[in-house]
Nanobody, 123 residues
Framework: QVQLVEPGGGLVQAGGSLRLSCAASTRTFRDVMGWFRQAPGKEREFVAAIRLSGGTTSYADSVKGRFTISRDNAKKMVYLQMNSLKPEDTAVYYC?????????????????WGQGTQVTVSS
């Protein structure tokens, strides 16, 4: 059963913007929500995370200043606004939920995962 759904991927030119959405269920809308990405032949890597209570955020250095994670608690939604996109941002992006309260940056600490959405940035 899919419990995290991520519409919103697509193809964009370098320098462009894209907004990813993650729709969670009551079970999977946790205090810590994150975004990860995985490019072909590479390991899954941390992108951003947010604590739903308080709004504390964490970002990978590679996206800091370009990406913004946010949430809408009432709608059980998490968003990733991606600006100034680069070809190296091309990857499958995954929404994830952590049952803990720490902003973890490794995928093994997250308990629920979406199916992923493809983001392709052309040069």
């Amino acid at each position: 059963q899919v419990q995290l759904v991520e519409p919103g991927g697509g193809l964009v030119q370098a320098g462009g913007s894209l907004r990813l959405s993650c729709a969670a269920s009551t079970r999977t809308f946790r205090d810590v929500m994150g975004w990860f990405r995985q490019a072909p032949g590479k390991e899954r890597e941390f992108v951003a995370a947010i604590r739903l209570s308080g709004g504390t955020t964490s970002y990978a250095d590679s996206v800091k200043g370009r990406f913004t994670i946010s949430r809408d608690n009432a709608k059980k939604m998490v968003y990733l606004q991606m600006n100034s996109l680069k070809p190296e941002d091309t990857a499958v992006y995954y929404c994830a939920a952590d049952v803990g309260v720490i902003l973890h940056t490794t995928p093994d600490r997250y308990d629920y995962w979406g199916q992923g959405t493809q983001v392709t940035v052309s040069s």
